[in-house]
């Protein structure tokens, strides 16, 4: 991904600064009276990349479902930018599990990513070719402008991935939530990956993103939040990614840590 073209801005919806892009108190969500996440609570500096992390069955996608309201909380509270989430969506992109996705769909890439644009084209209404040309300049950004009228169900596992950043990309958020973008991807969609957050950084928006690789946490993400349906610890990366808390998160998976262990050592020494 070479050069990638900047998307214009077209949010229209500003938030003040200084607000904390998301704020999660006392949150706890059960499926058939069991908890799924348990009193989970936490504020995210804003600007920075968040990795959520922890083992499987944590909660980590029902947490991100809870604070968009498509899982009902049993008790808590969520705020984006100051605000419940209803009132500030139009400034939060989303990209979901590339298992949750309906890829038989009759779309093409171009649709797919047009979608995120519909808070500002309404629904119901034509599209037009301003929006399309918004769209086309996203996926030009992923690196993926010549698959736009490719059927998504034609795509390849990195290529459907692209396709989704590219719709949350194109609705200029300040808030992005991200399940899992690295899962089952080629090392040039997680290249792309990682630049485009590192991007999103600069331009001093958040990034929230469920992670699973532990040895790639400390150079993707400044600030973690570690999550076994309770949050075991959140904080900067050097201060709260540590083995200890790992241990806390993950139990008796030493092997995994001990790996993890070794390559944060690794990484130290050549700083």
């Known amino acids: ?46 600007g920075s990349l968040v990795g959520i992390v922890g ?16 899982v009902p909380r049993a008790s808590g509270r969520v ?23 309906d890829w038989d769909f009759p779309v093409d ?7 995120g644009l519909y808070g500002q084209v309404g629904w119901g209404r034509p599209v037009r070719q301003k929006h399309r040309d918004l769209a086309m300049q996203a996926l030009e950004h992923v690196g993926i402008a010549d698959l736009a009228k490719r059927q998504i169900s034609q795509l390849s596992g990195g290529q459907q991935q692209r396709t989704f950043l590219a719709r949350a990309l194109v609705q200029d958020a300040d808030l992005y939530l991200m399940d899992e973008p690295f899962a089952a991807v080629d090392a040039a969609t997680e290249k792309a990956i ?9 331009r001093k928006k958040t ?39 790992l241990q806390k998160t993950y139990g008796g998976r030493l092997t995994l840590l001990d790996e ?12």
Not at 55 to 65: D, E, F, M, R, Y
């Open 194 to 202: 990682v630049e485009i957050l590192r991007e999103l950084k600069q």
């Open 55 to 70: 083992p499987n069955g944590a909660g980590k996608s029902t947490l991100l479902k809870a604070v968009m309201e498509l």
């Open 1 to 46: 991904m070479t050069g990638p073209a900047k998307i214009e801005t077209t949010n229209q919806d500003s938030v003040e600064q200084g607000d904390c892009p998301l704020s999660v108190m006392d949150l706890t969500v059960a499926y058939h009276r069991k908890p799924v996440i348990w009193d989970v609570e936490f504020d995210l500096p804003a």
């Open 109 to 115: 890439a171009l649709d797919v990513v047009t979608m």
């Open 79 to 101: 705020e984006v930018f100051g605000k419940p989430y209803h009132l500030s969506r139009r400034n939060v992109g989303y990209v979901p599990q590339r298992e949750s996705v």
């Open 207 to 245: 990034a929230v993103v469920i992670h699973h690789d532990l040895q790639t946490v400390p150079a993707y993400f400044d600030y973690v939040v570690l999550l076994n349906m309770r949050v075991v610890a959140h904080g900067p990366v050097q201060e709260v990614f540590t083995p200890e808390n």
């Open 260 to 271: 993890v262990t070794e390559a944060m050592r690794r990484r130290e020494r050549s700083l």
